[in-house]
C-alpha cells in the first residue's frame, strides 16, 4: 500500500513538473496551428535519371539562394518522394504585423509632407522666396528648378505689367502685339516650370528602394582597383549604399530628415522580426522566377546588331515585357540591381539614369518599366 502512495505522488510531481515547463516554454507552433503557405512544386525528371536526390538537393539549393540568400526568412525545402518539393512559410504573427504598421504609417507620412502644396508655393512665390523655402540643397536639381521657376514668375509679372502699361498709354499695332506675345511665352514658361515643380515630391518606389539597400560600408578602391588603406593597415570605408542614398534624398529635402530616419528606424525595427514576406504571391513569383536557368546573350548598346532597340523601347511602354512582338530580342528584369554597382557614385549614376548607366558602364540596352529596369536580351536560338 504504501509503494502505491509513493508510486502515486511520484507520478502527480511528474506531471506537474511537464505542465509548469509547458507553461513557462514558448512553444514553436506548426504552420497548421500559427498559420502559413505551404507550396509544393514538382520537378522535371528524366525517367532513367539514376540519382534523383542529387538533382532535388541542387534545386533545393538554387531555391534558397534564390529566395533567402541570407537565410534570414524562416522558409524551409523538404523533399516529397521522388520528383516533388515542399516550401513552407508562416505567416507573420501580430507582433511583426504591428511593426509593419507602423512602417507604413511613417512612410505615408514621409512621402505626404514631401508634397509640394500649390497654395504653399503660390505664397512662397509671391513673396519671392520660393527657392529659400522649397528648393533643398543649392546643389540639387530641385534647387535648381525652384529657383527657375521664381525667376518665370518674376518674368511673368513684368511682361504683364508691361502690357498694361503700354495699354494705358494707348499703344497699339505691332508693338502691342509683340508685348502681348511675351505675355504669352512667359506664361507658357512659368506653366511648365510650376508643373515640374509639383512633380518634384518624394516617390514610393524610390523610399522603399532605398531602404533595400546595403548597410554595409563601402571599401575604397585606387584607381586600379586595389583597397585603400589607412596608417594602422586598416581598409578605408565609405558610407554604405543605403545611407549614401538617404544623404541625397536629406540634401533635396532637407525639412524631412527628421521624418526621414524615423521611417528608416520603423522598416528596420519591422525588417529585424520580418521572418517572411508579406504576401505569398511574392513568395510565389520568386520560386517561378527560379524554376527555370537558362542563358541569354545581351544586346550590346554599341552594336545592336538586329535588334530594332527603339521599337522595342516603344512596345515596352505600351504592352510591357511580356507582350513584346518581336522574334529577336526581349526585355528582362534585373532581380537584384546591387549586383551592378561597386561605389557609392555609381549607385548614384545608377539611380539618377539607369539606361544611361547601363550604356556607358556595361554597354547593355536598358530601360525602365513599372519603376523595375529591364535588360534586353537575343530571343533567338542561334
Not at 505522488?9 to 515547463?21: E, G, N, P, T, Y
Not at 528596420?268 to 546573350?297: C, H, K, Q
Not at 556607358?360 to 535588360?375: S, T
Amino acid at each position: 500500500m504504501q509503494n502505491i502512495v509513493w508510486k502515486l505522488l511520484l507520478i502527480v510531481a511528474v506531471l506537474a513538473i511537464c505542465v509548469a515547463s509547458i507553461s513557462f516554454k514558448e512553444l514553436r507552433l506548426g504552420k497548421d496551428l500559427r498559420g502559413g503557405v505551404s507550396l509544393i512544386y514538382q520537378v522535371e525528371l528524366d525517367p532513367n535519371e539514376p540519382d534523383p536526390e542529387r538533382i532535388i538537393s541542387r534545386t533545393i539549393s538554387v531555391l534558397k539562394d534564390r529566395v533567402n540568400p541570407k537565410g534570414v526568412y524562416d522558409i524551409t525545402f523538404t523533399r516529397l518522394g521522388r520528383d516533388r518539393i515542399e516550401v513552407v512559410m508562416p505567416l507573420a504573427g501580430e507582433e511583426v504585423r504591428e511593426l509593419e504598421r507602423t512602417f507604413e504609417q511613417a512612410l505615408e507620412e514621409l512621402l505626404q509632407r514631401s508634397e509640394i502644396s500649390p497654395n504653399q508655393l503660390d505664397e512662397a512665390l509671391k513673396r519671392g522666396t520660393a527657392p529659400e523655402e522649397m528648393g533643398g540643397d543649392p546643389q540639387t536639381e530641385r534647387f535648381q528648378k525652384v529657383t527657375a521657376l521664381q525667376e518665370a514668375y518674376q518674368e511673368q509679372i513684368a511682361a504683364r505689367e508691361a502690357l498694361e502699361a503700354a495699354e494705358a498709354e494707348g499703344v497699339e499695332g505691332t508693338e502691342l502685339l509683340l508685348l502681348q506675345d511675351d505675355v504669352a511665352t512667359a506664361e507658357t514658361a512659368f506653366e511648365t516650370l510650376y508643373s515640374q515643380v509639383l512633380s518634384l515630391s518624394l516617390d514610393e518606389p524610390r523610399v522603399r528602394r532605398i531602404l533595400s539597400l546595403s548597410t554595409e560600408p563601402v571599401k575604397q578602391v585606387d584607381d586600379e582597383g586595389n583597397e585603400v588603406l589607412d596608417q594602422r593597415g586598416e581598409p578605408v570605408l565609405d558610407p554604405s549604399p543605403r545611407e549614401t542614398a538617404l544623404q541625397s534624398i536629406k540634401e533635396e529635402f532637407p525639412h524631412l530628415a527628421d521624418q526621414l530616419d524615423s521611417t528608416v528606424a520603423a522598416y528596420d525595427a519591422y525588417e529585424s522580426e520580418r521572418t517572411g514576406f508579406d504576401d505569398p504571391e511574392d513568395l510565389m513569383r520568386l520560386l517561378r522566377g527560379a524554376g527555370v536557368l537558362e542563358f541569354r546573350i545581351a544586346v550590346r548598346a554599341s552594336e545592336p546588331g538586329s535588334a530594332n532597340v527603339e521599337d522595342l523601347r516603344r512596345q515596352l511602354e505600351e504592352v510591357g515585357p511580356e507582350n513584346i512582338v518581336s522574334p529577336v530580342a526581349k526585355w528582362f528584369p534585373i532581380n537584384e540591381l546591387k549586383q551592378w554597382y561597386d561605389t557609392p557614385e555609381q549607385l548614384e549614376a545608377l539611380e539618377a539614369d539607369p539606361v544611361a548607366y547601363f550604356s556607358g558602364f556595361r554597354d547593355l540596352v536598358a530601360a525602365v518599366y513599372e519603376d523595375e529596369v529591364h535588360v534586353l536580351l537575343y530571343a533567338r536560338q542561334d
